[in-house]
């Protein structure tokens, strides 16, 4: 079986011996043989592609994304599998003093990086960035180097996959900012299929269902950084 992955960590990327991990991918090899699924290709790609992928048939399963209706529209998701807050990746120190994404609205100057297709795009212009501000990146580096470089003020995606960058680039000038709840509360995520594949997303919301909130799951997403608070509803949404 396709598994439709991007290189994001702590989601998804490679270690020094070149292996896929990270908390998404660990958790689909854990739960998808509990739904009777043992033979498992990664296949990475780029955020764009992801769901249109899997609508067309080139993977079964995608990595964890944002659950949205516009989503819904063209694919189906398991059980939530994490809940995450915003955050923006800015330099050392935030020469704009930014604060989250009504700060990014409110000055004119700030030129802000998303990935395309990803929900923070439309979150940025919700708080009054115009078109023009909005950098469009293909992957995370090219985000992240866009801000390291000075084409754009902050980039503005999943807090934990910021903090997860920067714990494995220590020495780039670069920062997080929290977005705070009052502008944009943390959201649910789940791993996507198509909307026909009706039988593997019951197998695999049942394999969840036993699965997320033991404690063997919080014991492996806490090994890639995620808090209690980002797994908490998520296993209270399992039962």
Not at 3 to 21: C, M, Q, V, W
Not at 177 to 203: N, R, T
Request: hydrophobic share 45%; aromatic share 8%.
């Amino acid at each position: 079986m396709k598994f439709g992955f991007l290189i994001e960590p702590p989601f998804n990327y490679r270690s020094a011996d070149l292996k896929i991990t990270g908390c998404d991918v660990e958790l689909a090899q854990t739960v998808l043989p509990m739904a009777g699924i043992r033979d498992l290709e990664l296949v990475e790609t780029e955020f764009s592609h992801l769901l249109p992928g899997v609508a067309e048939g080139r993977w079964r399963m995608t990595t964890g994304v944002f659950v949205t209706e516009e989503r819904r529209a063209i694919v189906s998701f398991s059980r939530p599998i994490w809940a995450l807050s915003d955050g923006l990746l800015v330099r050392r120190h935030n020469p704009k003093h930014l604060t989250g994404y009504r700060s990014m609205g409110r000055n004119a100057e700030c030129i802000v990086a998303v990935i395309r297709n990803q929900v923070q795009y439309q979150s940025v212009l919700d708080f009054g960035a115009s078109h023009d501000r909005v950098l469009v990146c293909e992957t995370y580096e090219d985000a992240a180097r866009a801000v390291l470089v000075g084409r754009a003020d902050a980039y503005v995606s999943v807090s934990r996959a910021h903090h997860a960058y920067l714990e494995r680039n220590a020495d780039l000038d670069l920062e997080v900012v929290l977005v705070p709840p009052h502008e944009k509360k943390a959201a649910l995520g789940a791993f996507a299929f198509s909307k026909s594949d009706d039988e593997l997303k019951k197998a695999l919301d049942d394999a969840l269902l036993a699965y997320l909130g033991s404690d063997h799951h919080r014991s492996m997403m806490r090994r890639f950084g995620l808090t209690d608070a980002e797994m908490a509803c998520v296993a209270s949404d399992a039962g």
